[in-house]
């Protein structure tokens, strides 16, 4: 990947008893050996690449071991299917997969939103394995779509309301055919710039826009892959989540992590996201409640029966359950900031990822 590639970082594809993964390290850096190391983890319709400037600056300070991987059907990582029947479980597998093949003991696990849910996964599959977390503009613990309260609870039985049906099919057929142009409204590039970052963040240096452009049109498309299938629902809207695909590994019927908050050992959290992200929100323009609520999607049944899905809310719930039984983390909030804080504030996130992993968090703190 020499076109997409920054300076001084470098790709290598690891094979693994599961698949071959594709790993970004910088030049010169073998991603192999023991010891610890700080593994990036993109989230969804994007790839390794956006990681890079932060794996960089990292990387200069000379404290840590930095590398970033493709998730299974993005970026040159191996497409293999996703079963979404156990969540994000093919990920969080994908990942135990590749610290065993890289022969690494303990990892700092910094996941964004989708990948951020993927890290959670992993933790309460492997704790015994993981240093510390790191999560950015996280995906709620109870998945995308189909939720009410604090708690987390389930609108329908079905889940209704999440999974492949609430993609956008012009954004996936513009993925699907490469579409790197601003023309429309669904392109890739419009909606980097209108829901990845925030307004105060552009323009974007052309060149990484290229880069983040290329990451989101390696999403490998699908029912295998992004969105997913769907079923019918009796429910409004009208969808409910099948059993293969990207969106469907985060519907309310199989992707729970709240779990973590049982764990014995609880390794230190870092919660960082920006207050402007319109993905995920307590009012996140990508859940179709909240859709239906402003008009957008017909028959919206009410707030009653069917209310916005409170993603920060939920997230917050969880650990302030976390810290309350032993854990602790501790909030950065960005303000003006969307939903890639890692790239609309490079050097904020790194500064506050950087105390993290040498002084983590004692006691839950949040921090404007």
Not at 177 to 185: I, K, L, Q, R, S
Request: proline share 10%; glycine share 12%; aromatic share 6%.
């Amino acid at each position: 990947m020499p076109d997409v590639l920054l300076p001084g970082i470098a790709a290598t594809r690891v094979p693994t008893a599961r698949l071959t993964q594709n790993v970004l390290h910088p030049d010169g850096v073998d991603p192999a050996g023991p010891g610890e190391a700080v593994l990036f983890v993109h989230g969804n319709v994007s790839s390794a690449l956006f990681w890079q400037q932060t794996v960089l600056a990292v990387h200069d300070t000379g404290r840590h071991r930095v590398l970033a991987v493709d998730l299974r059907g993005y970026g040159g990582t191996d497409p293999l299917p996703v079963d979404a029947r156990r969540g994000v479980g093919d990920w969080a597998d994908d990942l135990g997969a590749l610290l065993d093949a890289l022969g690494l003991d303990r990892v700092h696990l910094v996941g964004w939103s989708m990948g951020a849910g993927v890290v959670l996964r992993h933790l309460l599959d492997a704790p015994g394995r993981v240093a510390s977390v790191t999560l950015v503009a996280p995906v709620s613990p109870y998945g995308f779509g189909g939720t009410v309260g604090a708690e987390g609870r389930r609108l329908a039985e079905d889940g209704a309301g999440s999974g492949g049906g609430a993609a956008n099919p012009e954004f996936v057929a513009a993925i699907a055919a490469g579409d790197t142009t601003d023309a429309a409204a669904t392109s890739p590039r419009s909606i980097l710039r209108t829901y990845y970052v925030a307004p105060g963040s552009l323009p974007l240096d052309p060149a990484l826009e290229d880069v983040f452009v290329d990451s989101m049109l390696s999403t490998r498309t699908g029912e295998d892959h992004y969105p997913g299938d769907a079923v019918p629902s009796d429910t409004w809207p009208g969808t409910a989540p099948g059993a293969r695909g990207v969106l469907n590994t985060m519907a309310p019927t199989v992707f729970d992590v709240s779990g973590i908050v049982d764990l014995p050992a609880k390794p230190p959290v870092l919660w960082i996201r920006g207050d402007a992200d319109p993905i995920v929100s307590d009012t996140s323009v990508f859940d179709l409640a909240f859709l239906g609520q402003l008009g957008a999607v017909p028959g919206w049944p009410g707030a009653e029966v069917c209310p916005p899905q409170p993603m920060v809310t939920q997230t917050r719930a969880v650990l302030d359950r976390y810290a309350a039984s032993g854990g602790a983390y501790r909030e950065v909030v960005l303000p003006g900031v969307g939903h890639s804080p890692h790239v609309e504030r490079p050097q904020e996130f790194v500064v506050a990822l950087l105390e993290h992993l040498d002084t983590p968090a004692a006691e839950p703190a949040n921090l404007t």
